[in-house]
T-cell receptor, first 114, second 110 residues
Framework: NAGVTQTPKFQVLKTGQSMTLQCAQD?????MSWYRQDPGMGLRLIHY???????DQGEVPNGYNVSRSTTEDFPLRLLSAAPSQTSVYFC?????????????FGEGSWLTVV | GQNIDQPTEMTATEGAIVQINCTYQ??????LFWYQQHAGEAPTFLSY????GLEEKGRFSSFLSRSKGYSYLLLKELQMKDSASYLC???????????FGTGTRLTVIP
């Protein structure tokens, strides 16, 4: 059972570079989302999707782009990386309207922007 | 908007009981979650409360009072491996968007 798979696990970027964090789930979940976690801030929602072709902004969407062309994949794009985007990124998925024990997190992606 | 508060750090002794509190102010409340997160790892699900009362699951229990905007996580018979951060999160609205507190770092000492 793969669950929620994120790649890469670690990445170092230079300021101004672009990159894509990949997220895939094999549980046929309608809902997928991206969070970032910073010291003293807790996890904050970046973008989310309730189904293929549908995306929406979360709390901190600036500097990030998402798309949902398939149910399985929800990539997060950094358009022009900035040091403020140094963080740990988590992808999550669930069935919509589900209870808490069906929200699954990926293992995280550690991103450093220098 | 939402405002979720929990203590930053707590220390407890192995074998003891510890209670981690969480207060929240949010519109469109649709449930409260507790997650455990060890350093360098993803959050893992502990409990979910949507109705008032106590939910018990082994050594872990979680309580919710919607009228008071209050929840707690109770950990019994503490073990060293329980040293971790404990995250309180509220789900808001129809989508499964979680809004997290800053987390409580629990240190269990011998």
């Amino acid at each position: 059972n793969a669950g929620v798979t994120q790649t890469p696990k670690f990445q170092v970027l230079k300021t101004g570079q672009s990159m894509t964090l990949q997220c895939a789930q094999d549980m046929n979940h309608e809902y997928m989302s991206w969070y970032r976690q910073d010291p003293g801030m807790g996890l904050r929602l970046i973008h989310y999707s309730v189904g293929a072709g549908i995306t929406d902004q979360g709390e901190v969407p600036n500097g990030y782009n998402v798309s949902r062309s398939t149910t399985e994949d929800f990539p997060l794009r950094l358009l022009s990386a900035a040091p403020s985007q140094t963080s740990v990124y988590f992808c999550a998925s669930s069935h919509t309207g589900g209870s808490g024990n069906t929200i699954y997190f990926g293992e995280g992606s550690w991103l450093t922007v220098v | 908007g939402q405002n979720i508060d929990q203590p930053t750090e707590m220390t407890a002794t192995e074998g003891a009981i510890v209670q981690i509190n969480c207060t929240y102010q949010t519109s469109g409340f649709n449930g409260l979650f507790w997650y455990q997160q060890h350093a360098g790892e993803a959050p893992t699900f502990l409990s979910y409360n949507v109705l008032d009362g106590l939910e018990e699951k082994g050594r872990f229990s979680s309580f919710l009072s919607r009228s008071k905007g209050y929840s707690y996580l109770l950990l019994k018979e503490l073990q060293m491996k329980d040293s971790a951060s404990y995250l309180c999160a509220v789900i808001q609205g129809g989508a499964n968007n979680l809004f997290f507190g800053t987390g409580t770092r629990l240190t269990v000492i011998p």
